[in-house]
């Protein structure tokens, strides 16, 4: 049976425009390549038809479809049956074949494209990369404060995105990590509750799927999380940030993805970011944290056994909000910089070996900066710094000019409210995209690097 519909999406850039195609729906028919110059262009999993469907509008390329109703696997296709291919019988198995014309891919005119945008839930904090159904594609975790839950979207190849799926986590739910905490190969998400004081673990069943969850308890306001094997036993611990009873959580792995209670260290005020990495160069994962409150990061040393030095602590701006770390002088150590809320400013601290750290070296952005990446962003070789201002609507991106100086920068807007950024290659052109989270909108944008 051949049924005719329209399938319509309103995608958002500076304007909202509507992108729609024609589709002929065969049933219990599989198309199949007959040609060598017939070209997959990718294979996603997905709950349903509608999904799969919604993949081929936002792949510009895609002119065939098919979609098994039992594995579930979704297959985008570059040819239609009458050019390179043909429709074999196959139960359980639909094809839809597109009618009407794709449009043209956007020009660039700058770094990125126009921005495209998807829905997350309400008040969305955070975003974390990584690929949870194995499809060596980058997928998006979202955390919404205002929802108490997670926003799951799937890469649907080309650096597009399926609609969100949502899972329900603790109370204000504030950010995210991923990681294969129980080593079946496949990733997990570990989720931060803040009013709650709770983490909790969301094991990955199959491509993507999140039905069963385990719950720890953390200290006072716990506001951001971090992963790595900080004992060296080749399971995933994770470490939490205790915002109101300024301490870091440290849960060993015990194996299977049971996590030990928490054993906490002393951080200065109001600990709020946390990167987990080796930072003296003795192959054991150590913990950085701002600390909101007193202008500080503090440095936990690795003893080498997973447990971990009294602080060192380093001057800040005021009130750090984010800190993210990279060689940005290729001296083969890890500097950092943060993003100063209170001062209006980044500060780069570079590493001068042993534990220590320069004084920062500050550069201005827009207002209250919350959020800060970093990447190599103009392929060159040298780590960029990316900030996202929340009171500006807008990103920074700061050029590495070498031996860790920035003295160009760029300026982008979004939407209202930005609260994170990231980056990521979502598209496999070897290029870094962005992808910035709108809390006053809440949506996360997505665009893709030229």
Known sequence: M????????????????????????????????????????????????????????????????TFDESSHACQLFLDSPNERGTLLAQTDVITLLVLSNRPAPIVCTSMFNNQSVYATGASPLSVTVGDLNGDMKSDLVITNFGT???????NAGNGSFLPNVNYTAGSSTAAAAIADLNKDNKSDII??????????????????FFPNQTVYSTGSTPSSIAVADVDKNN???????????????????????????????????????????????????????ANYNSDTISL????????????????????????????????????????????????????????????QTTYPCGNDPVAVAVGDMNNDNLMDIIVTNSASNNVVIYINAGNAVFPNKTTYSTRTSPAWVSVADLNNDEKLDLIVLNSGFNDVAVQLHC
């Open 2 to 65: 051949v049924l005719l519909f329209v399938l319509m999406l309103i995608t958002q850039s500076t304007a909202a425009t509507i992108n729609s195609v024609y589709f002929s729906v065969i049933n219990n028919e599989q198309y199949q390549c007959n040609d060598p110059t017939c070209s997959l262009s990718t294979t996603v999993s997905v709950s349903d038809l509608r999904h799969c469907e919604v993949a081929c509008l936002v792949d510009i390329t895609c002119r065939t479809l």
């Open 148 to 154: 108490s839950s997670i926003s799951v979207l799937i």
């Open 191 to 208: 989720v931060v509750n803040m009013q709650a004081a709770t983490i909790s673990v969301l094991f990955n069943a199959a491509n993507g």
């Open 235 to 289: 399971l995933y611990d994770v470490v939490v940030s205790n915002f109101d009873d300024n301490t870091v959580g440290v849960f060993m792995n015990m194996g299977n993805g049971i996590l030990h209670d928490q054993v906490l260290y002393s951080t200065g005020s109001g600990p709020i970011s946390i990167v987990v990495v080796d930072i003296n160069g003795d192959s054991y994962s150590d913990i950085l944290v």
């Open 300 to 359: 936990l040393l690795n003893a080498g056994n997973g447990t971990f030095l009294n602080q060192t602590t380093f001057a800040t701006g005021s009130t750090p909000q984010a800190i993210a770390v990279a060689d940005f002088n290729l001296d083969d150590q890890l500097d950092i910089v943060v993003a100063n809320y209170g001062s209006d400013n980044i500060g780069v601290l570079i590493n001068t070996g042993g534990g220590s750290f320069s004084a």
